[in-house]
């Protein structure tokens, strides 16, 4: 329900050039030094602490012998493999391979780090304009327009929230890409006890909005990503954060990976 794009905005900074069949750590390494990217922070509001927090993001991300070395060997297939050019695959092949093992690692966090990282991403649904959160899930947010509000948003977390979301962030693409990660499924059982825990919240929450028969039929159709898809993503979210302990991670554990 939550995922990113890490990347896109740092490499776009940052020209490849034929520099992409040089290596991962060779392209990547110094971005956080790059004077345009560093400028670019500042345009988007990032100053003072914060700003350090993010070129220190960056430094960290790209500097990760683990991340490096797991880049390293998936990028390297697809650029032997792909008739295309060199640079463009491996631009695409990053982003995509740096989302999946997010989509894995995110799954092997602390259950802190993923709560963290949660109330992050859904504190974005929540602070963003309805017709703007009403595009992104129906996916006609133009990717300008998200990083406006993005950055918003992020410019105005604490900084230890900040830091806290950016290494859990790290933390979830390192061990996603380590040889032979996989993400840690739940099971069918534990599947059915999230449902349990929060459909009947989700039923109460419906029940108490101004048009809850129309919300009850976009619901009982399946149609979650329409008119109503926002305050969906916010019931579910308050419905999981309402549990306590083991059930409260099962169900962001849910929320995260579907």
């Known amino acids: 329900m939550f995922k990113r794009l890490f990347v896109a905005a740092l490499l776009l900074l940052h020209p490849l050039g034929a520099h992409a069949q040089a290596g991962v750590s060779d392209v990547l390494g110094s971005i956080h030094l790059d004077p345009a990217f560093r400028q670019d922070l500042r345009d988007r509001g990032f100053t003072g602490e914060r700003f ?21 060997r998936r990028i390297a297939a697809q650029l032997e493999a792909s008739e295309y050019d060199p640079d463009t695959v491996f631009f695409l092949e990053l982003d995509k391979t740096l989302n999946q093992a997010y989509d894995v690692g995110v799954t092997q966090l602390r259950p802190a ?3 963290l990282m949660f109330q992050v991403d ?11 959160c009403r595009r992104m899930m129906s996916g006609r947010m133009s990717g300008d327009r998200w990083g406006a509000l993005n950055d918003a948003y992020l410019v105005q977390l604490s900084p230890n929230v900040l830091d806290g979301y950016q290494a859990a962030t ?8 380590a040889p ?6 739940l099971t069918a059982q534990e599947i059915r006890s999230v449902e349990e825990a929060i459909l009947p919240k989700i039923d109460t929450m419906i029940s108490q909005q101004k048009d809850p028969r129309a919300m009850y039929d976009a619901w009982r159709n399946g149609d979650t990503s329409g008119r109503y898809a926002c305050a969906f993503s916010q019931m579910f979210a308050a419905a999981a954060m309402s ?3 083991g059930r409260r991670d099962l169900a962001l554990r849910y929320l995260m990976t579907n």
């Open 113 to 115: 780090e993923r709560q």
């Open 52 to 72: 350090d927090i993010m070129v220190n993001h960056t430094r960290s991300l790209f500097t990760d012998q683990e991340i490096i070395s797991g880049l390293e």
């Open 122 to 132: 859904t504190g974005f649904i929540r602070a963003i304009p309805a017709r703007d």
């Open 180 to 185: 032979n990660a996989s993400p840690r499924r």
């Open 243 to 245: 549990l306590q302990d």
């Open 170 to 177: 790290r933390k979830a693409m390192r061990l996603g890409l």
